[in-house]
Nanobody, 115 residues
Framework: QVQLVESGGGLVQPGGSLRLSCAAS????????MNWYRQVPGKQRELVAK???????HYPDSVKGRFTISRDNVKNTVYLQMNSLKPEDTAAYYC?????????WGQGTQVIVSS
């Protein structure tokens, strides 16, 4: 089973930037579809970025143009570059790996956007 470890969260002012990283164990990382989700207490987990094994990306309208997902299949790492951050981006951010019937989650990293 693949293990995912997120890093890069923290406190940032509105308009600022953060880059989250998710390091994965395992030898077939390049086959995974990798996703970033976020969750606010009391609300459902929300998909904020997706990148397929072929490199295709998808973003919801709420982050499109501000967030960029990328992957490094040599380092087994997926990144989420977050620019022009807003207070409503405050959440716990989770990395997710999916391949066929398999799915794994990281432990999450907190992002707080506040002045």
């Amino acid at each position: 089973q693949v293990q995912l470890v997120e890093s890069g969260g923290g406190l940032v002012q509105p308009g600022g930037s953060l880059r989250l990283s998710c390091a994965a164990s395992g030898s077939i990382f390049s086959l995974y579809t990798m996703n970033w989700y976020r969750q606010v207490p009391g609300k459902q987990r929300e998909l904020v970025a997706k990148i397929t094994s072929g490199g295709s990306t998808h973003y919801p309208d709420s982050v499109k143009g501000r967030f960029t997902i990328s992957r490094d299949n040599v380092k087994n790492t997926v990144y989420l570059q977050m620019n022009s951050l807003k207070p409503e981006d405050t959440a716990a951010y989770y990395c997710n790996a999916v391949h066929l019937t398999f799915a794994s989650w990281g432990q999450g990293t907190q992002v707080i956007v506040s002045s």
